[in-house]
């Protein structure tokens, strides 16, 4: 019987290990290219012809600094990166454990295509995220799409559901990674999950523009667990490498006025007293001017300004209300919108962070 147990344990060790490990998939940056035998010009022919994935479609690969006609093609990291054209797709199987939570990061630019979309699938959920407006005025944003593993093997696929008259109008496509989510639990110090925004998207440390993180429509597990994304834009997620953030390693920034919004439901008692508590600040990336961040807490509101100098800093802000339901809405959103002063065309805003709910038995007299 203890012989038998052991050999349980070790397989489900062997099991557990075998799960992919996070950051940039195998291949996930495409600098491994095609044969020249499997090149039509930029056109991949042959399924398996770009080692670790397997492409179905019209697929280039596109080598940075390449033309089309009048525009350049970039590519953020290294120096390939490859393009989906009309109704292609590019799919790696991922060896993952069952049960847990996991976020993809990728990087995505669009061409000449009018109206961009990408459909991203893991086995059984799938989402379409538009990328049709651009945040970064170099060209490219990096994305992050969640999902909860239902197997212990799935399938990732990234298609283009577009049918151009060039088929060669597609996004291009670069630096693809996966990241294990745990998703956190209240405390008694915190009512809300992930207050600090601590649990997270897999950001590149080579890049410096941040993960986006698409509205929650588009999403039916956050890659930003606790929290909805509860608006027709996304939000930006950003770490204390690359940008100053007020509390810890992560945070967000709301880049995209009211149309960009952050919210979460917690659990309540009726008749309590509560304190809702947050940093708002900005990060250090040129973000400049007043800015202001509304707060809601079911139907009670604060507005909190912030005089930016795009240099970094942040201010403490806190309301308190009564509870009126057993579900409170707790939600935020940026009364303006901002665009970085050193370009004049990369979306940025607040950020918040730190957010705090608790409930105190003596009020503050307001």
Known sequence: MAALLLVLLISSSLVLS????????????????PRPSDLKGTKVMGRLSIPNWEISGFVEYIKSGQKQGDMLLVVPEGDFAVRLGNDASIKQKLKVTKGMHYSISFGAARTCAQAEKLNISVTPDFGVLPIQTMYSSNGWDTYAWGFRADFSQVDLVLHNTGIEEDPACGPLIDSIAVKTLYPPRRTNQNVLKNGGFEEGPYIFPNTSWGV???????????????????????????????????????????????????????????????????????????????????????????????????????????LQFKATEMRTRIMFYSSYYHIRSDDTSSLCGPVIDEVKLLSIRRPMMV
């Open 212 to 318: 986006l993180v698409p509205p929650n429509i588009e999403d039916s597990h956050s890659p930003l667990p606790g929290w909805i994304i509860e608006s027709l834009k996304a939000v930006k997620y950003i770490d204390s490498a690359h940008f100053s953030v007020p509390s810890g390693r992560r945070a967000v920034e709301i880049i995209a006025g009211r149309e960009g919004a952050i919210a979460q439901i917690a659990p309540t008692i009726v008749g309590k007293t509560y304190t809702l508590s947050f940093l708002v600040g900005d990060a250090n990336n040129a973000c400049q001017g007043s800015m202001m961040v509304e707060a809601f807490a079911g139907k009670d509101t604060i507005k909190v300004g912030y005089k930016s100098s795009g240099k970094g800093g942040f201010k403490h802000a806190v």
């Open 18 to 33: 075998s799960a992919i490990s996070d950051g940039l998939l195998p291949n996930g940056d495409f600098e491994k290219g």
